[in-house]
């Protein structure tokens, strides 16, 4: 009968229905995304800014530690610069020495002149050989410019050794150009002694 007959497409309607139901639940359970895949996602953001960030700040340290070293290097060459200019300053005056040492007559004034300004001289050949080695040291190092960010930690504690270094040569060549106008002083004193005993033995 037509009763029977929509009875029937009713409860055929009602099976397809059931089948697409349970198809799109499938489908759903069945999908790429989960509170488990968005969090690890979030995580990994997370992380990769704490790095970005880490990374940063250890750049901002090593430029930061290039800017120190190169002035601690140009005030190192502007004291080597300095001790050299000493240097010549005694040079002059050895020979200014030596030339009034050969005039006086006092044997015994000649010898002891002379064997001071050897002395002399060869001090002053072994500084000038340490300054010119720390220069060229400067020279080969050069400027020390800014690294990548691969590697920064490791990189700002090599810096942070370099400049340490630079300082501690800093000390060591403004000494060695304390020690040297020292000598020119009392060159300039043995220098005034040779000249007044030769004006008095002439």
Known sequence: SSVGVGLATARERGRSVDAGCAAAAESEGSGS???STSFEAAFDEAAAKDRYSESAAAFDRLTA???????????????????????????????????AAASASDA?????????????????RRQS????????????????????????????????AEVEELRVELDEAKAHLKETKSINAVLATHLEEAVAKASRAS
Request: glycine content about 6%; proline content about 1%.
């Open 33 to 35: 995304f989960s509170p």
């Open 65 to 99: 530690l290039c800017a120190h070293s190169q002035q601690v290097q140009a005030e190192l060459l502007a004291c080597c610069a300095a001790y050299r200019s000493e240097l010549h300053t005694a040079d002059a005056q050895q020979g200014a020495a030596a030339e």
């Open 108 to 124: 015994q004034l000649v010898e002891a002149q002379s064997r001071k300004i050897k002395q002399l001289q060869e001090e002053r």
């Open 129 to 160: 050989e340490a300054i010119y080695q720390l220069e060229q040291r400067l020279v080969r190092q050069g400027s020390v410019g800014a690294a990548g960010h691969e590697g920064e930690s490791a990189r700002v504690a090599e810096l942070s």
